[in-house]
Every structure is written in C-alpha cells, then in structure tokens.
C-alpha cells in the first residue's frame, strides 16, 4: 500500500483528542438524517483485537478486523507516532493491550470530525515503519493489519516523513539538496555502554569492587580518550548510577546511528585462575561454555530489576539468527579481532581473547557490536588493576587506537575519507 495525501502540521492541529467534542461530534454524525454518513455508519468495520509484540528495538503490532478495513497511515513528529486512519470502526479492543510496551510509549484512539476512526502509535523515539500490510486470515474470518516498527534515529524518522511528504505533494518538503544540507556529513559515531547499573550491581569483587562503578568510570575515560581526536561523536547508554534495560541500550546505539557498539564489563568467572580481557560478539551458538555462562547471566539484568522477561516471539528471536548473516557481523567480528590485537599490546588478554555467545545487548541488527570485559573481578590482580589509573589508561588508549583502525577500514569502504 502506499502513503496518502496528508501534511503533518495541518493532520495535527484539526486532531485533537479531547473525549466531550469527539462523543459529540461522532454523535452529531451518527444521526439518520445525514444520509451519507449513516449510509457508511449502517456497517462499521469491527477491531476485534489488538496485539503488541516485542521489545524496545522492534515491535510487531497486529490488529484484527471482522471484514477488510480500508485503512491510510502516515508518520508524525513531536513525538514520533504512526496514525492509523480507518473507516468508522467499532473498537473491541481491550484497553490493557494499548499499554506501553517496548518500542510503543502508548496507543489511543478516537473518532475524526468526518466519522472515521483513527488510531495513534506512540513511539518511545524514534523509529521507522518496515512494513504495514493489511492481511486476510489464514484461519478463521476476517482481515488483520501487521505492522513492524524499528527504533532508528530522529534523522531517519525525519527522512521518512519528508519521503511521506515529497510523495503526497502535500507540503513544501524541500528539494533534494536542501535535504542534504539539513542531514550533514555525519561523524563516526560510538556509543559506549557502561555494563549493569542501578539495582544491577553486576559483579562484586574480594575486595569490594563493583561491577556497575568500574564500568561507568572506565566508560567515562574511554569516552575522553576517544573525543580528544575531534574525529568521532561519542554517547554513552548511561552517565550516571542508572539501570537501563538490555534492549534500552540496543535502542539508544540505533537511535544515535552508531557505526560502534562497545559495551563495558567486568564480570566474575568461575574457572579459578582465570584472568585477562575477553573480547565478546554475539552468536547462537556460544564458543565455549564459560562464554554461554556469561551471556546466561549478563541476560539476566533485566530480571534483576524486577522486569518480567517474557520468552521471545518468534520474530524477535528470528532478528538473533537474521542478525548472524548480516553484514554487520562481520564488520562486528573485524572491530572483535583488532581489539584484540590491540589489547594484547597493552594488558594482559585471556586465552583465546575473541570469544562468543547469545548476548541480548549485542543485537543491533546494523550496529557493529562488541561487548568487552576488561578483566575479571573474581580474580584478585585483575581487581586491583580495574581500580588502577594507568591501567585504565592503557586499556582505553588500546581501545581508541583500535576504533580509529576500524573507522578507517569503514570510511575507505564507505568512500567517505
Ligand atoms: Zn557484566
């Protein structure tokens, strides 16, 4: 289906939602004696569900229907919604599915001044529409409308909706060129993710170290290290003592449209002996058991904090296995391995230094993602020097010398050096 007529300021200042005019209005419509439009209200379409599947980076939304509703869409911003507009539809829905969840911040309703029904997502940010299609049942009577949205950053949103407005002739959209100089040249972006936080501690170590304090300091300094070139945007998941969700810290990389993902930890193992960085990248298939322990627990943050962590639907977990063939993975293991090197110069690495599993933070489908542990608390020497200045600094040193190898490769690739 295609986008239809429509101009986001004007949609938004004739919509408002404001339940008394809205019941009056609709009642004023539903009169007999308004021939066409109680011709249309004799048989409204029926919303008999709807459905929310997914997390804070995709979300699946399926909406069930009594027979084939005709339906347009279109972006607006301020905040980020997808609005739906239907005929004069009954709606069935129960209101305890319209609550936020993952990518969706809210889901209302209500009816237009012409009778039609219209239906507003609200995003937690930005994101993007990959498909809304409107489908007959397979099983059983009726139709139903799927959408999947992404989250992505406000530059793609704003993309979409001058795409959106360019197509309908609606609006002074701008020509190309002034779209150009309004989304310029962007910078090799990182975003560094300071592992753990809040309620989630993370590790402890002998001495009292904890996991959430190392990784934040360090994340702190590494951003320091690596915004002193004046060559790269650098953002953080979090700068403060904070718990962020797994799929909160996916969410805010493709919000930023990091060309990097790093995330930051120093965990405990239980191989006695066991000491060294460990350069971690997501997998289905884990290397070693010790990496599927780790990736068993680091999963579990969310847990932690008290959040229901419902098994996955079948589309989220298919974006896992989506995301292995994906050629960001092997842009993901190509920053893995010069981390490697680049840490082996300069702090002591584990045996087989580059290793994998199933890590849920990892799984930005096309942000290069790397998780680090610098060391392991639960080895006394490798404790002592997470707490060290100038280990510290060596180790952010290696990994900022290890970003601009990879940036390199990427903008020779890319053609933009
Ligand atoms: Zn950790």
Redesign the pocket.
């Known amino acids: 289906m295609g986008l239809v007529a429509n101009n986001g300021k004007e949609e938004r200042s004739r919509w408002r939602f404001h339940p008394v005019v809205f019941a009056l209005l609709a009642a004023f419509f539903a009169l007999p004696w308004l021939g066409v439009a109680s011709a249309a209200a004799a048989e409204p379409v029926k919303a008999i569900d709807y459905n929310m599947a997914g997390d804070a980076t995709k979300m699946r939304i399926v909406i069930n229907f009594d027979h084939e509703p005709d339906l347009r869409w279109f972006l607006l911003r301020g905040p980020n919604r997808l609005v739906i507009d239907l005929p004069a539809t009954k709606m069935a829905i129960d209101a305890k599915d319209l609550k936020a969840r993952g990518l969706v911040r809210g889901v209302r309703y209500g009816v237009l001044p012409n009778g039609s029904s219209r239906l507003v997502v609200t995003g937690k940010g930005p994101f993007l529409v990959e498909r809304l299609d409107v489908l007959k049942n397979e099983e059983g009577a009726g139709y139903r409308i799927v959408a999947d949205i992404s989250a992505a950053s406000e530059r793609e949103f704003d993309e979409a909706l001058s795409v959106q407005a360019e197509t309908t002739g609606s609006t002074v959209a701008g020509n190309k060129s002034d779209r150009v100089s309004k989304f310029p040249l962007r910078r090799f972006t990182i975003v560094i993710d300071p ?2 936080g809040g309620v989630d501690g ?2 402890e170590g002998l001495s009292g170290t904890v ?1 959430k304090e190392v990784t934040l300091a360090f994340a702190k300094e590494l951003k320091d290290k690596l915004s002193e070139s004046g060559k790269y945007d650098v953002f953080m998941t979090r700068d403060d003592d904070t718990f962020l969700r797994l799929d909160d810290r996916v969410r805010i990389a493709r919000q930023h449209e990091a060309d990097l993902f790093i995330s930051i ?1 120093a ?1 405990t193992i239980s191989l006695k002996g066991i000491r060294g960085a460990t350069v971690y990248t997501v997998s289905d298939k884990a290397s070693d058991a010790e990496a599927q322990a780790l990736a068993d627990r ?1 999963n579990l943050s969310d847990r932690l904090a008290g959040i229901e962590v419902k098994s996955d639907s079948p589309e989220v977990t298919d974006i896992l296995i989506d995301l292995i063939r994906r050629e960001t993975h092997s842009f993901s293991m190509s920053f893995a391995n010069t981390l490697v090197d680049e840490l082996g110069t300069s702090v002591g690495l584990i045996n087989n230094p580059h290793r994998f599993a199933g890590f849920r933070v990892l799984k930005a489908p096309d942000v290069p993602s790397v998780l680090v542990e610098l060391g392991y608390l639960s080895n006394p020497k490798d404790e002592a020097q997470l707490i060290d200045p100038d280990w510290r600094g060596k180790a952010a040193e290696s990994i900022t010398n290890a970003v601009a190898a990879f940036a390199s490769v990427k903008a020779a690739k890319d053609g933009t050096f």
């Open positions: 592992g753990h993370g590790a996991e930890h965990d680091e």
